[in-house]
């Protein structure tokens, strides 16, 4: 599995067609405890760099863009009633959504680990 991140701090980690998308570890710590994460329905087509959801925060709302163009598979069930899971595991069990990918070629334009790290220091 791949893990990918884009500079507005969300991750992908592909595994063939399908991937899932989260936000970082070093955005929930920016964030804060959160208290709410607005739910995907399957189905949902989105569009790269488009909202995927929005997630409140003891400090903030703050919207949270898709990577790539993807149909939604699943929805983190396990967020509706403890978001809490981002801040403790952001890029394990907080994942937002599992994705089918629609457009592979618009992996290339994302960041690696090394690179995405290196663009917070």
Do not use: C
Not at 38 to 62: F, M
Not at 78 to 105: C, F, H, M, Q
Request: proline content about 4%; overall charge negative.
């Amino acid at each position: 599995m791949k893990t990918l991140y884009t500079k507005t701090d969300e991750y992908i980690k592909v595994d063939g067609d399908t991937a899932i998308i989260g936000i970082s570890d070093y955005a929930q710590e920016q964030l804060g405890d959160l208290i709410f994460i607005e739910e995907i329905p399957a189905g949902k087509k989105l569009d790269k760099g488009g909202i995927l959801t929005a997630i409140e925060s003891v400090k903030a709302a703050t919207d949270v863009y898709s990577p790539i163009t993807a149909e939604v598979i699943e929805f983190n069930e396990a967020l509706t009633s403890e978001p809490g899971i981002v801040n403790r595991s952001a890029e394990d069990e907080g994942w937002v959504v599992k994705v089918k990918i629609l457009n592979p070629s618009e992996l290339d334009n994302l960041l690696s680990p090394e690179d995405y790290a290196n663009s917070h220091d």
